[in-house]
């Protein structure tokens, strides 16, 4: 699969793609929101090879891919797991600590895995979580149009806390829906008057 945006493209991930991706899978800072710790090199080498394996799978319900800039070089990675016949769980959104422009890459990153979701696996609904005081990511789902549909208490426990976890969804009509151009709307004419009034240029 392939899907471009402006800022980034969403592909399957690749053999190349390991030192990249052992850097940022093993980031604290870079992981510091997801359930699972950082990840060795050894534990990233596998996660790449189960991710290769799932993509040839013929009957395939999960979707490990990567988030990479234009000119090819992993920026991130984010999972999809599909749910019955209908639903999309999104999750483990990791984008690399040095990439350039995360912000602009994280929202790209977003809408073309909900394209994915939505246009190319007919999903209904797609779905994620959020650490609570993950703001920046709280920020982005609003922003996206998601709505927030509850909250799953004490998810994970990460630096001696238990934290809770915020979930978001969007529906397949909310996602078409903006993805419509807003109607035009017709204005009634308006004459603009030049500085100094109308006849202002014919005194000259």
Not at 4 to 17: C, K, P, S, Y
Not at 76 to 101: D, T
Not at 103 to 127: N, P, Q, S, V
Not at 142 to 162: A, I, N, Y
């Amino acid at each position: 699969m392939h899907r471009r945006g402006r800022f980034v493209v969403l592909r399957e991930l690749a053999q190349d793609d390991l030192d990249r991706a052992a850097e940022m899978w093993g980031d604290p800072d870079a992981t510091r929101f997801l359930t699972a710790d950082p990840m060795t090199r050894q534990q990233a080498a596998e996660a790449l090879r189960r991710a290769r394996l799932s993509a040839v799978a013929p009957d395939r319900r999960t979707y490990h891919l990567a988030i990479a800039q234009h000119d090819g070089v992993l920026v991130g990675s984010v999972a999809v797991n599909l749910e019955g016949g209908s639903s999309a769980y999104v999750h483990s959104l990791v984008l690399h600590p040095r990439a350039r422009n995360l912000a602009l890459a994280g929202a790209d990153a977003a809408r073309l895995t909900a394209a994915f979701c939505f246009e190319d696996l007919g999903r209904h609904r797609f779905w994620c979580m959020c650490r609570e005081d993950n703001t920046s990511a709280r920020r982005l789902y609003v922003s996206l149009g998601m709505s927030q549909q509850g909250l799953f208490r004490e998810v994970d426990c990460k630096e001696g806390r238990r934290h809770n976890h915020l979930v978001f969804d969007w529906l397949a009509p909310e996602w078409e829906a903006r993805r419509k151009p807003p109607p035009q709307r017709r204005h009634p004419d308006v004459v603009i008057a030049r500085p100094g009034g109308a006849d202002a240029a014919d005194r000259r």
